[in-house]
């Protein structure tokens, strides 16, 4: 479901209580990718906003910054994806 949706830029700072300056940021470090050619017509996906919190949580608790949460959340991803992947060849 969420990676049928589609957020403009306001939508996902609403969804995240965040600034657009702090999206800008995130979309620099790849942790969102926007399509579309300028923030007025950027569209992200319904995976943003969790990406997005899940950054949040990691600056917030952690103390990290935007450029180790990015890193932080690639890792945790890879670990999701690796975690399903041994869960179909054990069932």
Sequence with gaps: ???????????????????????FDLVDEGVVEPVGRDPSSWRFRGISVRRVRCVQRLER???????????????????ERLRNRLHRLEG
Excluded at 70 to 77: I, Y
């Design 61 to 79: 608790d952690l103390g990290v910054n935007v450029a180790g949460a990015a890193l932080a959340l690639e890792l945790l991803e890879e670990l």
């Design 1 to 23: 479901m969420e990676e049928e949706v589609e957020l403009t830029l306001a939508e996902l700072c609403q969804a995240c209580r965040m600034p657009a300056e702090q999206v």
